[in-house]
């Protein structure tokens, strides 16, 4: 299951980390009462860590309601799906999809920067974005693909995360259809929606989910032990961003 294999990575970092701590000054408050006892936690978490990230991906096909997300991604090892309620019309909240920015998602750039150090300022990116433009606006010009639009209702996104080497050298245009039709060895695909649905009486349930595709074995293992490390920061940040759109279409921002 990903879910366990997200779990035995994480305590295997958090092991890892209580056993460098204690290798320094042992945390007797926790058991850890010599250097040795701290190198063995060492080890149990690197055994841990390698355990998780091995674990096997089944390949899920999408349930439930039909969105535009399934033209894109309909079968994927790796998922997540976030919601909110938010009191406003349904235009309104659409609008505060396309239009929240890094700077409204609480602890966006520390995260990302956990994700991807950097010393010095980079170019623009989803991973270090400006602070006036929308976050999606910023996505789909340094990265992502616009894959579809039902105005009002859903958007969709996507980018490709595992990649042969060669494949980094084409400059070509990359199109929805090709992203939709991509099953070629050594890659692996990423897409993400958010979604608008009119609940009544002046609610509406927005939701996003994130799935990823990996076309072979070797590319799914590649992934898997990424994914399961950057798991528990990736949802915070969701979590955030739904928030940042909830404050924003109800007009707290």
């Known amino acids: 299951m990903n879910a366990l294999g997200i779990v035995l990575v994480d305590v295997g970092i958090a092991a890892g ?7 320094v000054r042992p945390l007797h408050f926790l058991g850890i009462r010599s250097r040795r006892r701290a190198a063995s936690l060492i080890g149990i978490g690197a055994v841990l860590g390698v355990a998780g ?21 309909p ?16 235009e309104r909240v659409y609008r505060a999809i396309l239009e929240v920015t890094a700077d409204e998602i609480w602890l966006f750039r520390t995260l990302t920067w956990i994700r991807s150090p950097r010393l010095v300022e980079r170019a623009e990116s989803i991973l270090s974005p400006g602070g006036k433009r929308p976050i999606l606006e910023v996505a789909t010009s340094t990265g992502f ?32 259809q090709m992203f939709a039709e991509l099953d070629r060895p050594d890659f692996a695909k990423a897409g993400m929606n958010f979604r ?6 002046g609610w509406c ?14 590319a799914r293992r590649r992934f898997a032990a990424y994914w399961r490390i950057i798991y528990p920061g990736s949802a ?10 909830r404050e924003r279409a109800q007009g707290r921002l």
């Open 53 to 73: 990230a091995a674990l096997p991906a089944p390949l899920r096909r999408a349930e439930g309601e039909p969105s535009l997300l399934d033209d894109y991604v």
């Open 145 to 176: 693909l616009k894959l579809a639009e039902d105005p009002g209702r859903e958007i969709v996104v996507g980018t490709i995360v595992v990649a042969p080497p060669e494949a980094r050298s084409h400059s070509g245009p990359f199109t929805p």
């Open 236 to 245: 915070f940040i969701r979590v955030m961003w739904l928030k940042a759109i």
């Open 196 to 201: 608008v649905q009119d609940e009544g009486n």
């Open 205 to 218: 349930r927005v939701t996003t989910e994130t799935r990823v595709y990996a076309t072979d074995t070797a």
């Open 75 to 90: 079968g994927y090892q790796f998922q997540e799906f976030h919601e909110t309620r938010v009191q406003a019309p349904p």
């Open 17 to 23: 980390f209580l056993g460098l701590v204690s290798l």
